[in-house]
């Protein structure tokens, strides 16, 4: 029997080569790991774990997912440029999490936009300059991945984010800005901006509209001093410079 008191403390826990016959519950009771238990037979699994979240079956293959759309939580198309089967991603009525990244778009699929549950969107290192009219659509967008898309017109898309009153997380890492437009300003909601790897010199003042705001990552762009930023949110801002 594996002695659960020695990894309780591990943030990850990878255990492939013991046998688990049984966890016994009272020695998890805060469970703060991930425990990864793939390729074991278990006899038995504790009825309640503290804390546990289940992480959901990735699928990286369309066809697969197919099989049972409405079982489809996450769905992973990174890299994949054969664009046949997205005429089909409107049937994944239950999708959270979809990965398009680098798949050569240069359009925004419509199909997605009839994903109501959909919370993480990574559509980043691709071609499209422009956001779906009625990307607002997605009203339980958390996060969206933006970055290394170099063709973005950030005021025309701005306009369009600002209809998502749930998105929390904004990434635009690499995406060649030399400015932000000051319209930023009505992404009210957003919590967390990743601007890092860009040609921002400033930041515009506009920026004090997001009044969530709590992390900000500036990094690896020449900016001279961004005082207005430190003056307007007087401490109450992480900035990663």
């Known amino acids: 029997m594996t002695n659960f008191n020695i990894i309780r403390f591990l943030k990850i826990t990878v255990m492939q080569t013991v046998k688990i016959v049984s966890i016994i519950q009272k020695k998890i009771k805060r469970p703060n790991f991930l425990l990864y238990l793939a390729f074991f037979s278990l006899v038995s699994f504790p009825i309640k774990f503290v804390n546990a979240q289940v992480l959901e079956k990735e699928y990286t293959k369309i066809e697969e997912?197919?099989?049972?759309?409405?079982?489809?939580?996450?769905?992973?198309?990174?890299?994949?440029?054969?664009?046949?089967?997205f005429k089909d991603l409107g049937k994944f009525k239950?999708?959270?999490?979809?990965?398009?990244?680098?798949?050569?778009?240069?359009?925004v699929p419509e199909e997605i936009l009839t994903l109501k549950h959909l919370k993480i969107l990574d559509i980043g290192h691709n071609d499209f300059?422009?956001?779906?009219?009625?990307?607002?659509?997605?009203?339980?967008?958390?996060?969206?991945?933006?970055?290394?898309?170099?063709?973005?017109?950030l005021y025309e898309d701005?306009?369009?984010?600002?209809?998502?009153?749930?998105?929390?997380?904004?990434?635009?890492?690499?995406?060649?800005?030399?400015?932000?437009?000051?319209?930023?300003?009505?992404?009210?909601?957003?919590?967390?901006l990743y601007l890092s790897g860009?040609?921002?010199?400033?930041?515009?003042?506009?920026?004090?509209?997001?009044?969530?705001l709590n992390y900000l990552d500036i990094h690896h762009?020449?900016?001279?001093?961004?005082l207005n930023i430190i003056k307007t949110y007087k401490g109450g801002l992480k900035i990663k410079f």
């Open 65 to 85: 997912a197919l099989k049972e759309p409405d079982k489809v939580i996450r769905l992973n198309l990174e890299n994949q440029k054969n664009h046949d089967h």
């Open 94 to 107: 239950n999708l959270e999490y979809l990965n398009l990244r680098n798949t050569d778009l240069d359009v």
């Open 129 to 153: 300059s422009l956001l779906p009219k009625n990307f607002g659509s997605l009203r339980n967008l958390q996060e969206l991945y933006l970055d290394e898309d170099k063709n973005l017109n």
């Open 158 to 192: 701005f306009e369009i984010l600002s209809k998502l009153k749930h998105l929390k997380i904004l990434h635009l890492e690499n995406d060649g800005i030399k400015e932000l437009p000051g319209n930023i300003g009505r992404l009210s909601d957003l919590e967390k």
């Open 198 to 212: 860009n040609d921002l010199k400033t930041i515009p003042i506009e920026i004090k509209g997001l009044k969530n």
């Open 221 to 226: 762009n020449p900016i001279i001093a961004p």
